[in-house]
C-alpha cells in the first residue's frame, strides 16, 4: 500500500519534530515546512493527502494558507492546530473548510487517531498498478500508456500521467485551471497564463480518441474548468 503524505506547517521546533517523528513511526511521508511563507509554497505546489496546519505562524498566516488551499484544492483534508486560548480562529478555520481541529497541547495519540479520521474519509489515490478506464479503453499508469480495446496503445508522457491521475483521482468534480497549475505543475498560478493546460487538454482528448465536439471522457465545465468522466478500474490481464 502507498504512503499516505502529510504536509505539517508548524513553527515551533518541539512541537513540529514531535508530529514528525509521531507520523513517521507511524509509517506516514512527511513534507515539512517552518513558517506560513514556506508552508503556503508547499501547501499549493506541493502533492499530499493530508494538511496539518497551525494557525498562528510567523509570516503568511494559518486562516490565509487554509483560504489559499481551499481555493486551488476544495477537496484537500485539513487539520488545524490551535492553542487552548484561540476559540474563534478555530471556528473560523472550520468555518473556511477545515475537517478537523486539535487544541494544543495535544497528545500524539489524540492527533493520530484524528489524521487516521480524516484520511478514512477521504477516497484513495490509485496506486501505480492501477489503470483508470475510459469507453474504449484503459489508462495504463504503470507502463504510461493508453491500452485500448482495440489492441493499439499511444505513449504519454510524464506530465499527460501526472495530469489524468489528478483529473481522475477528482473525477466528477470540475478542476479549474488554476488548480492544475498548482496541483499538477506545481506554479503558482498567479499571473501565469492557463494556455498551456488548454492546449494539453487538447492533446490529450486527440490521444484518448475522444470527440472534440461533444467530449466523453475530457469534459469542458463552462466557468470552472475541466472534469474526468470516466471511472477506474483495475489493470486487467
Request: net charge neutral.
Amino acid at each position: 500500500m502507498t504512503r499516505a503524505t502529510i504536509l505539517t506547517i508548524e513553527d515551533d521546533p518541539a512541537i513540529r519534530r514531535g508530529i514528525v517523528d509521531a507520523l513517521d513511526f507511524n509509517q506516514y511521508s512527511v513534507i515539512q515546512a517552518a513558517d506560513g511563507d514556506e508552508g503556503l509554497k508547499k501547501s499549493t505546489q506541493n502533492e499530499y493527502d493530508l494538511l496539518l496546519l497551525d494557525l498562528a505562524l510567523p509570516g503568511t498566516p494559518g486562516l490565509e494558507i487554509l483560504r489559499e488551499v481551499r481555493k486551488l484544492r476544495p477537496t484537500q483534508p485539513v487539520i488545524i492546530l490551535t492553542a487552548k486560548g484561540e476559540e474563534s480562529d478555530r471556528v473560523r478555520g472550520l468555518e473556511d473548510g477545515a475537517d478537523d481541529y486539535v487544541v494544543k497541547p495535544f497528545s500524539i495519540k489524540e492527533l493520530m487517531a484524528r489524521v487516521e479520521a480524516v484520511l478514512r474519509r477521504t477516497p484513495q489515490r490509485p496506486s501505480n498498478n492501477e489503470a483508470v478506464s475510459f469507453p474504449t479503453g484503459q489508462v495504463d499508469f504503470e507502463r504510461r500508456e493508453l491500452r485500448f480495446v482495440d489492441s493499439s496503445r499511444s505513449e504519454l508522457s510524464e506530465k499527460e500521467v501526472e495530469l489524468i491521475r489528478y483529473l481522475a483521482n477528482n473525477r466528477g468534480r470540475a478542476i479549474s485551471r488554476d488548480e492544475l497549475l498548482s496541483s499538477v505543475w506545481r506554479l503558482n498560478p498567479k499571473g501565469i497564463s492557463t494556455r498551456t493546460i488548454d492546449m494539453h487538454i487538447a492533446r490529450l482528448r486527440e490521444k484518448l480518441r475522444d470527440n472534440k465536439e461533444k467530449p466523453e471522457i475530457l469534459l469542458t465545465v463552462r466557468g470552472k474548468g475541466y472534469m474526468w468522466a470516466a471511472q477506474p478500474t483495475q489493470v486487467g490481464d
